[in-house]
């Protein structure tokens, strides 16, 4: 009933934005259905395979090593206790050796889950769990059983959709990437003939970028003159470019319109400057690369106020080995959650204005693998065929989300995790051009619609 | 002796000769040109560069010697931490530009001999010689803009899509 309420808010506000056609900056005819629910979208691919037993079901050590030991070790995003006893999770205590000894302080007064609506159960329903699988269905809304690394999602990204059918511009979307490894470059978007890099998102793997391969090849760059260097530059370019007219035959770029190249070039100096200064906003805890990602997140939001940004975390895949890193990187996954939806409110433009949405790319095995840490804990992996890897958690939060309301539970799993997709689109307006463009997965619908 | 009828006969029979030869039916020539499609000079130019072989191939047209194994490995990361790669390549191009080392024409060079400069940068660059249009274009540009100077050449050619393509 609140949405709806909300929906007639956002209707009288928007007023004439509703079905009212007209020509895209790409050109394209354009109706935009429905309002839009935001002006701001985050996404959170979280965080690597979460096992729901030490997340939202809050086992802790009681799902997994055989100790009968529960609690929340994620208190920015749920609702829960703390554990009581073998804190492993938190940050080190040096003076007397005790790994992970010190919880970190919670950053949100409230959690996510009171300030908007959790579905606790929901499915990965196809393919086998890997990340990059994984990770497609997020940004794309569809299930690649078949589809190895190293080749781009064949069905369209959210990205394309957006650029496609809402019309923004490049410097809109973004991907900030946890790495390069593990095919995480080809994110931003599909092969698919209709869509494809003319509407892809920007890519950005900040701890690459701005780490030592960065510096030792892009830090200092020389700044030409925007209007003069530039200028003489983009001529020449553009003449030998004339001459070179086979069809597609090009440096692989994302049609950012040159302001666009501008801007992004002017970002990574400034970044740099951010570098050597040691000003990059960091939360308040940022031990691992995670933390250091959703940091330069937070810049990226800062600097373009982008309508999308993906951000992917991947430090608690460390659990193949060491299930207390496990715990600390899932610790600190929520402490960077809550640093990213404390930041966001503090932008002018995108405070109270941005839904968040936090998802796992998939699960992790039910049992255990051999390997044992120096607390004598067992590791899990995220198998082919095991069904706990098919257990996956959504939360959202933002203008027209209801708050404290949770939807579905283990008995009663609603909710896939193609459902992103479509629900951003939702969000922005243009979720019926998307489903009429036909390839999502059959299963994947709007969170909005589930509830 | 002739007589005036057996000449006149003869020349009857020459005349009748040559009427008859003038009608001859020759064979019927038709001269036709084959169809040929004229492509660009860098038409052949059909595949990608992978990221190596562009960051290889651009480290030795700007410094004249070979990158070593530890840099390729942080170019090539470097580069692939930026999704749009004429960003990526703008940016690393104007990195190196910032070196001492890079080897470039000095502006002098290229203003008093253009044709050479430019005939010099496409085999540089393209591996090829410029048309005769492009050359025009070049020489038109250096001689009509006193403030354009080698490194924009440079700048551009490096960061064109041909150079990118082999």
């Not at chain 1, 890193?325 to 990213?340: E, P, S, T």
């Not at chain 2, 009748?16 to 052949?44: G, H």
């Not at chain 2, 010689?129 to 006193?146: F, G, H, V």
């Not at chain 2, 403030?147 to 440079?154: A, C, D, L, Q, S």
Request: hydrophobic share 35%; proline share 6%; aromatic share 10%.
């Amino acid at each position: 009933m609140e949405r709806r309420k909300f929906i007639k808010r956002a209707a009288l506000a928007t007023g004439g934005l509703i079905s009212m056609p007209y020509i895209l900056p790409s050109g394209l005819l354009h109706a935009q259905t429905t309002p839009q629910l935001a002006e701001h979208v985050v996404f959170v691919l979280f965080a690597g395979g979460v096992r729901q037993q030490e997340a939202v079901l809050q086992q802790y050590l009681a799902g997994s090593q055989n100790e009968n030991i529960e609690g929340n070790i994620m208190y920015n995003m749920l609702v829960g206790e703390a554990p009581e006893d073998k804190i492993a999770y938190g940050r080190d205590d040096v003076q007397n050796n005790i790994i992970g000894a010190h919880p970190i302080d919670r950053i949100l007064e409230t959690p996510l889950e009171l300030q908007g609506t959790l579905f606790p159960e929901v499915r990965f329903a196809r393919g086998g769990a890997g990340h990059f699988n994984g990770l497609c269905t997020g940004v794309s809304g569809n299930y690649y059983p078949t589809q190895g690394l190293r080749n781009r999602p064949s069905a369209p990204t959210i990205f394309e959709y957006l650029r496609r059918h809402a019309g923004f511009k490049a410097t809109d979307c973004w991907f900030v990437g946890h790495g390069i490894g593990g095919s995480r470059p080809l994110l931003n978007h599909s092969d698919h003939p209709d869509y494809g890099r003319r509407y892809g998102g920007n890519f950005l793997a900040p701890l690459v970028t701005f780490g030592a391969p960065g510096q030792k090849h892009f830090m200092d760059f020389k700044n030409y003159h925007p209007e003069t260097d530039w200028e003489i530059i983009r001529e020449i370019r553009n003449f030998l470019n004339n001459n070179f007219v086979a069809e597609g035959l090009e440096i692989p770029h994302l049609y950012n319109t040159p302001e666009e190249e501008n801007q992004i070039r002017e970002f990574v100096r400034h970044m740099f400057e951010k570098v050597k200064s040691n000003s990059v906003i960091l939360p308040p805890v940022n031990d691992n690369r995670d933390l250091k990602t959703i940091g330069y997140a937070v810049e990226v939001l800062r600097y373009f106020k982008p309508k999308l940004l993906v951000v992917d975390l991947s430090d608690i895949d460390v659990c193949h080995s060491d299930f207390t890193a496990y715990l600390k990187n899932l610790h600190r996954g929520d402490h960077g959650v809550g640093f990213l939806w404390r930041e966001i409110q503090r932008i002018p433009g995108m405070q109270d204005n941005t839904t968040m949405i936090v998802m796992p790319e998939h699960g992790r095995d039910m049992d255990p693998n051999p390997i044992q840490d120096l607390n004598d804990w067992y590791a899990y992996d995220h198998s082919a065929g095991n069904e706990n890897t098919r257990r996956i958690f959504t939360m959202m939060a933002g203008p027209g989300i209801d708050a404290n309301l949770k939807i579905g539970g283990p008995d009663n799993p609603i909710g896939d995790a193609s459902d992103i997709t479509p629900t951003i689109a939702d969000i922005f307006g243009i979720k019926h051009q998307v489903e009429a463009a036909g390839l999502m997965d059959v299963n994947a619908r709007s969170l909005f619609d589930r509830m | 002796m002739l007589t005036s009828d057996k000449i006149a006969i003869l020349v009857l029979m020459i005349f009748s000769l040559q009427i008859f030869s003038s009608c001859t039916v020759e064979d019927n020539y038709i001269y036709e040109i084959k169809e040929q499609t004229i492509l660009p000079v860098n038409s052949e130019k059909d595949k990608d560069k992978s990221n190596v072989q562009y960051i290889s191939i651009l480290y030795t047209n700007l410094f004249r010697k070979a990158m070593s194994p530890n840099d390729m490995l942080d170019a090539l990361r470097a580069i692939e931490s930026i999704g749009d790669k004429q960003i990526a390549f703008d940016i690393l191009v104007s990195k190196y530009m910032n070196s001492d080392e890079v080897v470039l024409p000095t502006e002098e060079e290229m203003r008093e001999d253009p044709e050479k400069f430019i005939r010099d940068t496409y085999k540089r660059f393209f591996v090829r010689q410029p048309t005769q249009a492009e050359l025009t274009w070049m020489i038109n540009y250096i001689n009509s803009r006193p403030e354009v100077n080698p490194e924009h050449f440079y700048f551009a050619f490096a960061t064109s899509n041909e150079h990118f393509h082999y």
